[in-house]
């Protein structure tokens, strides 16, 4: 819970991780460049005073997450999203027995979400079908960009993906977050693209699609998406952090999402331990759009709580202290959500 | 892998008399290569680590934001240097390396011998990256084209959002974002007559909804301008201390 000026925030923080990127758990050169690559997003785009050692990034454990998300960060509930990365790392990327645990032994704080890949056919359905009880899940984290012996990366129009999403539609794993990442095959086309998510999107109206980064670096690519489909949704991770660096393009981002997806279906994200949420979210509770990007409507504090924690909360059924919540915005399904609908049939191919 | 720019600069400076130097020869036809995504020189960038000439040989080493950038794109920029060095009418032995990618060894192997994007990527490669590059293409037209059209809003207040659909290359202004325009729709295929309408997709066709369109546009423009964005702070931030390569003879040329 986070409180200002008498306005009380509810928290969730939709993506958060539990990695292992020291030496001993390096598979090879790929595990230091991942890492190294994470801490140079977290150089470049954290406050000085909020950078850490690169000592402490390599291993942060639980106790820290604890005090970092909950005792400090004003979080109510985070949701482990892991990265695998097996091929970069011995015992994976994201410590799923040590995260699975944490969320164990705090239920009403944690919700650990699994991970799963087409590539591993039919042993990996009975994986999936084994993960979902052991853990029980009700969302996922896919990395499309996961290195898995030859092949370098995978789309969800590949057969293998959509039964996949067959059996977690079968057991109620509704939320799939999705992260594009740079490697896929074939190498022709932009890797970046989420055209294949509109596809599956459709074919299964009744899951969830949360495309982290909001798309980015595509994030037009996204917004074009989303705003054509009701169950597409925008996670704010790695967005986040320009409200420091370069608070005009998040404005811009805000603004973007707010027209072509609405209010109600953008969730914030720290992407612990990325970044940390305690300075993320007291800057966006203060954050306005500036006065001369007349294109955008100014920020609401409605939309800021939804933001913040509502419109996770709703997805996972998290409850929400009533007094806190605030309804749906009455939003058409489709199209661009604010400030006004338009009519995309009339302006397809455009 | 590592050097420093600066040496290596130097121990060429007396290399080639003549009213360039064949280091600043390299050096503008690398200007000429461009990081698709980004619509950017890649010398604008900061991308080029070192050029080091002796004779006819030149050797260039390219560094990017991360580790984990695009493989394609990567290879799409390394090859597209080595093209532009070797058209140079007096290299003879161009060589053109990827430093501190994950995927340098398979680029850098593949550039040396010539093997092509297919040679090089084997099984990760199907045709060719010309759909990559015409996508970013068309990309970069957009976003050149709500440049102009935001700038030519903002200029005069009086006009509606839904009367943009009318305005003309003639009704641009002459600046920096109309040449820019203007080179964007050359690239497309798209004509620069003074007549023809500015706020039209790639194939020269208008929308038939014109806010709807300015607004995709923009989504369009804000992306890249804001990828160029990060890719730079990321640059810094992984380089830190080491500047990027750019001619002495330039440099003293600035000084003065």
Redesign the interface.
């Known amino acids: 819970m986070y409180t200002k000026d008498g306005e009380k925030y509810f928290i969730v923080d939709a993506h958060v991780a539990l990695w292992d990127a020291r030496p001993e758990n390096q598979r090879n050169?790929?595990g230091k460049?991942?890492i190294?690559?994470f801490y140079?997003?977290h150089?470049?785009?954290s406050p000085e005073e909020e950078v850490w050692p690169y000592e402490d990034y390599l291993y942060q454990g639980s106790e820290r997450l604890m005090h970092d998300l909950f005792e400090i960060g004003y979080v109510d509930h985070a949701i482990f999203q892991p990265a695998h990365l097996g091929e970069f790392y011995n015992n994976g990327f994201g410590q799923t027995e040590e995260a699975f645990q944490l969320a164990k032994a705090n239920p009403d704080r944690l919700t650990y979400n699994h991970h799963w890949d087409p590539r591993n056919g039919e042993a990996g359905l009975e994986q999936l079908r084994a993960d979902a009880e052991a853990y029980g899940l009700k969302g996922v984290k896919l990395y499309t960009?996961e290195w898995h012996g030859?092949s370098?990366g995978w789309k969800f129009d590949d057969p293998w993906a959509h039964r996949y999403l067959e059996v977690c539609q079968e057991l109620g794993i509704t939320n799939i977050h999705v992260h594009k990442?740079?490697?896929i095959?074939?190498?022709?086309?932009?890797?970046?693209d989420v055209a294949d998510i509109d596809h599956i999107a459709t074919d299964f109206p009744e899951l969830n699609f949360v495309i982290e980064h909001v798309g980015?670096?595509?994030?037009?690519d996204f917004?074009?998406i989303a705003t054509q489909e009701p169950n597409v949704h925008g996670g704010l991770a790695v967005a986040m952090p320009?409200i420091h660096?370069?608070p005009r393009?998040f404005a811009?981002?805000l603004g973007?999402l707010i027209?072509?997806i609405g209010e109600d279906r953008i969730q914030f994200s720290s992407d612990y331990a990325i970044w940390t949420p305690k300075w993320l979210i007291e800057r966006f509770v203060d954050f306005q759009i500036p006065e001369d990007m007349t294109?955008y409507a100014p920020l609401t504090t409605d939309q800021k709580k939804k933001i913040l924690g509502l419109n996770a909360a709703r997805m996972y059924d998290i409850p929400v202290p009533a007094e806190l919540d605030i309804l749906p915005a009455p939003e058409t399904l489709v199209g661009?959500r604010q400030p006004e609908a338009?009519?995309?049939g009339?302006?397809a191919g455009? | 892998m590592a050097r420093s720019a600066a040496t290596v600069a130097e121990g060429t400076r007396s290399d080639t008399p003549g009213p360039r130097s064949r280091e600043e020869q390299v050096y503008a036809a690398l200007g000429s290569v461009v990081d698709p995504?980004l619509d950017e020189p890649v010398t604008d960038l900061g991308f080029v680590r070192s050029v080091a000439v002796r004779g006819v040989l030149v050797e260039v080493h390219l560094r990017l934001?991360?580790?984990?950038?695009?493989?394609?794109f990567a290879?799409l920029m390394a090859s597209d240097a080595k093209d532009a060095l070797v058209a140079l009418p007096w290299t003879d032995r161009v060589v053109v390396e990827l430093d501190d990618h994950?995927d340098s060894d398979l680029i850098n192997a593949g550039l040396a011998a010539d093997a092509g994007y297919r040679g090089t990527?084997r099984?990760?490669?199907?045709?060719?990256?010309d759909?990559?590059r015409e996508?970013?293409r068309i990309?970069a037209h957009t976003a050149a084209m709500e440049r102009c059209l935001t700038g030519l809003l903002r200029a005069r207040p009086d006009l509606a959002e839904e009367s943009l659909g009318e305005v003309t290359l003639g009704d641009l202004p002459d600046d920096e974002h109309t040449a820019a325009l203007l080179r964007r729709r050359t690239a497309v295929g798209l004509p620069a007559r003074a007549e023809a309408r500015v706020l039209v997709?790639h194939r020269g066709r208008p929308?038939?909804?014109v806010?709807?369109?300015l607004?995709?546009a923009?989504?369009?423009r804000?992306?890249i301008?804001?990828?160029a964005?990060?890719c730079r702070?990321?640059l810094?931030?992984?380089y830190g201390e080491e500047p990027a390569f750019i001619p002495l003879t330039t440099l003293t040329k600035e000084n003065r």
């Open positions: 050169i790929h460049q991942f190294d690559c140079d997003y150089r470049n785009l960009a030859e370098r990442g740079p490697t095959r074939p190498l022709d086309r932009d890797a970046f980015l670096p595509r994030l037009e917004c074009w320009f660096t370069r393009y811009q981002i973007e027209y072509w294109e661009p338009a009519d995309l009339a302006t455009v | 995504e934001p991360t580790s984990f950038c695009s493989p394609n290879y994950h990527f099984h990760e490669a199907e045709e060719s990256l759909q990559l996508t970013f990309k997709d929308p038939a909804d806010p709807l369109a607004r995709r923009r989504s369009t804000i992306s301008d804001g990828n964005h990060f702070g990321l810094a931030t992984r």
